[in-house]
């Protein structure tokens, strides 16, 4: 059983789902004095095991941290947890880790500084399993001094990744659903070619280790291309949005031919199409950053 250390600074963890117990659990194993509140009791009862102490309630759990932890399922929840306790939050850091938008980010932020509470936003792009290795990486926004005061403790969830961005509240939110989206991007791109190499049998495991070289090949494309998006010019130094418009065509007749779903292709192809009709068939594929900045037609 890990030991809380008395030298550690005292955390409050709401919100004991999939992630909050891990979360929990790894403030516990770094010695943290971990106090724990979730609406469905039981699941604390492996954490209480370990040492922490559960809370009867959500202001029992405040009360017993100068930081309050939040990973719960949407910010709605988090809201309907907080809102009851304004009172009890003075003077208190409340870390919400629970995804949403930057909005709703920047939306609770003013409603903690109403209150007169320190509220940083975070980010988690990690699985429960990685909390407390190299692999995880969270990331914070909110007042810097916030982040300092805490930031030994958070870093307890995994040093090497824990990453202070910025005063503005909304920012993790809004690293989070960009980089979710290219988590996104490329599960989707891995899934069509799964589907399509399926139609001859070819299992998903002989495909995977041959997907992975190709996706290291694309963060060679993402360092080339992110500069030309920086500085809004194309140089097709690898190859053209054309070659590129005429090689998603053959994706999508390949899918359709095949019987395989082919709206990505198709969508992807429609982009280039604009990109190319917007001046840019001989740019890279960078230029579609211009299509991407527009909202959805
Ligand atoms: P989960 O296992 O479904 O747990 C959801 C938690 O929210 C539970 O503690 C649940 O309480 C609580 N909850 C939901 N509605 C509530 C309400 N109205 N009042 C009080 N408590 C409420 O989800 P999770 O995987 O832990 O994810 C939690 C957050 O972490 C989400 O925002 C998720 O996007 C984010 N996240 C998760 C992962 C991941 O890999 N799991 C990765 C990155 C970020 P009960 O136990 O009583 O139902």
Not at 55 to 63: K, L, M, P, T, Y
Not at 159 to 166: E, K, P
Not at 249 to 273: I, Q, Y
Request: charged share 20%.
């Amino acid at each position: 059983m890990p030991k809380t250390d008395g030298s550690r600074a005292p955390v409050t963890v709401i919100g004991l789902g999939l992630m909050g117990r891990s979360l929990a659990a790894a403030f516990l194993a770094a010695g943290h004095p971990t106090t724990v509140w979730n609406r469905t009791a039981a699941k604390a009862d492996r954490l209480v095991a370990e040492g922490a102490t559960l809370a009867a309630s959500v202001g029992e759990a405040i009360a017993a941290s100068p930081l309050v932890v939040v990973c719960v399922t949407d910010y709605a929840a988090a809201r309907e947890l907080l809102d009851p306790q304004a009172g009890s939050l003075d003077g208190k850091v409340v870390a919400n880790l629970t995804t949403g938008t930057s909005a709703q980010a920047r939306e609770t932020a003013a409603w903690a500084a109403g209150l007169g509470v320190r509220y940083l936003d975070g980010a988690i792009m990690a699985i429960p399993a990685d909390i407390a290795t190299d692999a995880a990486v969270l990331l914070y926004s909110g007042p810097a001094e916030a982040f300092e005061e805490h930031g030994e403790t958070l870093r307890a969830l995994g040093a090497a990744g824990t990453t202070y961005l910025d005063t503005d509240p909304g920012l993790s939110a809004l690293y989070d659903m960009s980089l979710l989206g290219i988590m996104w991007g490329v599960l989707n791109g891995f899934l069509q070619g799964a589907a399509l190499l399926g139609t001859v049998q070819v299992r998903a495991t002989a495909f995977a280790p041959l997907a992975n070289t190709m996706i290291k090949v694309v963060t060679e494309y993402v360092t080339a291309y992110a500069p030309q998006i920086d500085a809004g010019a194309y140089p097709a130094d690898d190859a053209t949005v054309t070659v590129h418009r005429d090689a998603l065509e053959h994706l999508a007749e390949e899918s359709e031919k095949l019987g395989v779903n082919a709206e990505l292709p198709r969508l992807f192809k429609a982009l280039t199409d604009r990109a190319a009709a917007d001046g840019h068939a001989g740019s890279s594929y960078a230029a579609l950053i211009e299509q991407f900045r527009k909202p959805s037609s």
